[in-house]
């Protein structure tokens, strides 16, 4: 009778060719467009800070695994250099090298090995740590450093100013109308917001960057379009009812989408396979959570700014979603 019998081995069943080495280095070339244009605008210290960022995620991963877990090491397949990079990408470029350090050990030790290491975290690792970053050292975590080209990659006096969101939230605040704010001179205009000549996490300042880096991606079969079109559509939509009703007090949809970390946010930090659904119903409205919320957060928090607040309350609905939302069986497909 037992001759009869089979054995199943453990998923996945169906394999596509890719590996997760792979999918992480593609995310990393992806990445590098808004790399390049941050350091054009704001110098060496986005290569120290993204450096010591890697390095230090590279680092706790190793020690954790190897000293604590007691496990193989597994620091070549990448996801701890995507971890550092989008750490990086998320503080002011002006950012105390102790608190990077800071940052990535919470982003690696707490969000993701304390879950189990790579797969099992509930959470956005290098989200986790900015947020950390941001509650506990709110005024370095908030000076930005405008974004002037400095070709000489040098460690010249650093200018700071506010962000777009920060502009508009105090203006609004103090009884501004919205149009008399984006025609100030601190205001970037649009073109400004698109290339990404303005203040903010050095990483999330090109909109255009970004872009080319989500195509290719898109090209690469690393995302779908799923959860990025729903997260800014959403936005858009949301954001674009309050301007109708009332454009003297809240800002074009437009000027939603092109600031703050939105573009990085739907594109690189929400798309994270492992903290996102598995079905592409349950992205969309993943997506449409992670959208609306930042906008709630934007006009009615006491943030400027909500993109990783939003994801991060998302991400801690995904075993639910994934439950309503199951992926359509293999036999069926």
Not at 172 to 185: C, H, P
Not at 231 to 250: E, M, N, Q
Not at 253 to 282: E, I, K, N, Y
Request: one cysteine or more.
């Amino acid at each position: 009778m037992s001759e009869n019998l089979l054995q199943v081995s453990g998923a996945p069943h169906v394999h596509n060719g890719e590996s997760t080495k792979r999918i992480m280095w593609s995310v990393v070339i992806a990445l590098l467009p808004a790399f390049m244009v941050s350091v054009f605008y704001f110098g060496l210290p986005v290569i120290l800070i993204t450096a010591v960022s890697v390095a230090s995620c590279i680092l706790f991963e190793y020690l954790i695994q190897k000293f604590i877990l007691k496990t193989k090491p597994t620091i070549d397949d990448g996801s701890a250099v995507i971890t550092g990079l989008l750490l990086a990408f998320n503080v002011p470029s002006n950012l105390n090298l102790l608190l990077v350090v800071l940052g990535a050990f919470v982003a690696i030790g707490i969000a993701k090995m304390a879950f189990g290491g790579l797969g099992n975290n509930l959470f956005n690792p290098a989200l986790v740590a900015r947020v950390f970053l941001l509650i506990s050292f709110p005024v370095q975590m908030t000076t930005w450093p405008k974004a002037t080209p400095i070709w000489n990659f040098g460690f010249a006096d650093i200018v700071t100013g506010p962000t777009p969101l920060g502009i508009l939230k105090e203006g609004v605040k103090n009884g501004d109308a919205v149009s008399q704010l984006m025609g100030s001179e601190a205001m970037p205009d649009y073109l400004q917001m698109l290339v990404g000549q303005m203040g903010g996490s050095f990483g999330e300042i090109s909109a255009v960057a970004i872009l080319i880096g989500a195509i290719f991606l898109l090209f690469r079969k690393v995302i779908t379009w799923h959860i990025p079109v729903a997260f800014l559509l959403s936005a858009f939509v949301f954001s674009g009812i309050f301007w109708l009703v009332d454009p003297t007090h809240y800002a074009t949809p437009w000027f939603h989408l092109l600031t703050g970390g939105m573009m990085l946010g739907a594109c690189f930090m929400a798309t994270d396979m492992v903290t996102s659904p598995m079905s592409a119903r349950g992205m969309l409205v993943f997506g449409c959570g992670c959208g609306i919320l930042t906008i709630i957060i934007r006009l009615f928090g006491a943030y400027p700014e909500g993109v990783s607040f939003s994801i991060l309350i998302m991400n801690a609905f995904v075993p639910l979603i994934n439950k309503g939302f199951k992926p359509q069986p293999y036999s069926k497909i």
